[in-house]
């Protein structure tokens, strides 16, 4: 489903920043499935007409490295595909996001509540039910591996309208009105 969700997260970054053409990606190129995501938003904004600035980072001195060159590349937004990489810096993240004045896009709401813009990913406490129902099953004598696995079906918009603010965004009401969440 990933692969799926983040071109959902460029195409919500270029609805809140209409005139842009240009953003930057961080994820880590150890991680093979960010790779596959990496494809997938190569291939949209190529029929998009965006162009990708692909910053690799596997460790906080690559975030900040990623960041300098940014500030040089002066990409319109950024995307941020959720690793270990960047959930241990998620704070420094935000921050440099903010200081460089980049509106971003992340895949977990852990970012918009300490400040980041905006994220669209799977609903974490929807996914916990759906794993205690599991759980439940099979203390109840289910096998586990007779068990069907599920697609994630729940998934959540979150937007700080206080980030917003701070970087001179308008957010349209059409996402507004699908935002799941609103912050301040």
Known sequence: MLPETSR?????????????????????????????????LQEHSRHAGLILQLQPVRNLGDITAAFA????????????LQDTVTASNRKEIVDLAANARLPAIYQVSEFVDIGGLMSYGLNRVGQYRRTAVYVDRI???????????????????????????ALGLAIPQSILVRADRLIG
């Open 8 to 40: 959902k997260l460029l195409e919500l970054l270029k609805e809140v920043t209409p005139k842009a053409s240009r953003f930057a990606v961080l994820f880590d190129p150890a991680n093979g499935g960010k790779l596959l995501e990496i494809r997938v």
């Open 69 to 80: 060159a940014m500030t040089r590349q002066r990409p319109d937004g950024f995307v941020i």
């Open 139 to 165: 203390l109840r004598g289910a096998k586990p591996g007779e068990l069907p696995v599920e697609q994630p079906r729940v998934f959540e918009l979150v937007i700080n309208l206080k980030a917003a603010k």
